[in-house]
């Protein structure tokens, strides 16, 4: 039987551990899988499937995405075998490190970011920006400033897909921190304009599935 430590127990008691750095937990977490001392987290091969099953994604060859807080890398392959040249970012060089060795010969572009402290060239450079799970997985103390940095990333004629738990009223128990309706409604603000929201089922629980445009 395997002495590793189940990740859920570890993100319960690393997620609320250091509230002055909300982000630093996740490569505590990552590395930790690294070493093999808990088991891995986020560990899935397939694209969401809510965004596998999204029926209106722009065409993809000739446009750039960017899978926000990648983890393991399912997504942003998934987006590079719809032809998008593809960057997918993490805030843990651990998890990318592992998003790296899982995908060998990719042509995803595999970078350490942060969302609250995105490289500059990032603004309004890619067509098709992916967000599932990143923002609830953040204390709601930065919620408005990880929106921010999502939205920034959509160019002009761009779409933001969005995948979050949704809960009716906020909570402090997590992580995650699911997201109201207010607050899912806030990625569409700045330029952005939501096309569609739709309330799923998504690993279980209520969400959100959303498709938002920048004119
Ligand atoms: C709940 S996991 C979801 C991973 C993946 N998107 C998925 O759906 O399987 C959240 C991911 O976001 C990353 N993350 C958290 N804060 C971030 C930030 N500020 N910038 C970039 N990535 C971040 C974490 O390291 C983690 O891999």
Same mark, same amino acid.
């Given at each position: 039987?395997?002495?590793?430590?189940?990740?859920?127990?570890?993100?319960? @008691?690393?997620?609320?551990?250091? &509230?002055?750095?909300?982000? !630093?937990?996740?490569?505590?977490? *990552?590395?930790?899988?690294?070493?093999?001392?808990? +088991?891995?987290?986020?560990?899935?091969?397939?694209?969401?499937? !809510?965004?596998?099953? *999204?029926?209106?994604? #722009?065409?993809?060859? /000739?446009?750039?995405?960017?899978?926000? /807080?990648? %983890? @393991?890398?399912?997504?942003?392959?998934? @987006?590079?075998?719809? /032809?998008?040249?593809?960057?997918?970012?993490?805030?843990?060089?651990?998890?990318? !490190?592992?998003?790296?060795?899982?995908?060998?010969?990719? #042509?995803?572009?595999?970078? =350490?970011?942060?969302?609250?402290?995105?490289?500059?060239? *990032?603004? %309004?450079?890619? $067509?098709? =920006?992916?967000?599932?799970?990143?923002?609830?997985?953040?204390?709601?103390?930065?919620?408005? &400033?990880?929106?921010?940095?999502?939205?920034?990333?959509?160019? #002009?004629? %761009? +779409?933001?897909?969005?995948?979050?738990?949704?809960?009716?009223?906020? $909570? $402090?128990?997590?992580?995650?921190? #699911?997201?109201?309706?207010?607050?899912?409604?806030?990625?569409?603000?700045? %330029? @952005?304009?939501? =096309?569609?929201?739709?309330?799923?089922?998504? $690993? /279980?629980?209520?969400?959100?599935?959303?498709?938002?445009?920048?004119?």
């Amino acid at each position: 039987m395997s002495d590793r430590r189940a990740w859920q127990g570890e993100a319960d @008691l690393l997620g609320n551990a250091d &509230p002055a750095h909300p982000t !630093a937990w996740f490569e505590r977490l *990552w590395s930790a899988a690294r070493r093999g001392e808990v +088991t891995t987290p986020w560990d899935r091969t397939d694209p969401h499937p !809510a965004l596998a099953s *999204w029926a209106r994604p #722009p065409d993809g060859p /000739g446009r750039a995405a960017v899978v926000v /807080g990648c %983890g @393991l890398g399912a997504d942003a392959e998934h @987006l590079a075998r719809l /032809g998008y040249a593809t960057t997918a970012f993490d805030v843990s060089p651990s998890a990318v !490190a592992a998003a790296r060795t899982r995908n060998v010969g990719s #042509p995803v572009t595999y970078a =350490v970011a942060d969302l609250l402290d995105l490289p500059p060239a *990032w603004a %309004g450079a890619f $067509d098709l =920006v992916v967000e599932i799970y990143t923002v609830q997985a953040v204390s709601r103390d930065v919620r408005r &400033p990880m929106v921010d940095g999502v939205r920034s990333l959509v160019a #002009p004629g %761009g +779409t933001l897909f969005v995948v979050q738990a949704a809960v009716e009223e906020p $909570d $402090d128990e997590g992580p995650p921190w #699911p997201l109201t309706r207010a607050e899912l409604e806030s990625f569409g603000t700045q %330029g @952005l304009t939501t =096309v569609a929201v739709e309330e799923i089922v998504a $690993d /279980g629980r209520p969400s959100w599935r959303a498709e938002l445009h920048r004119a």
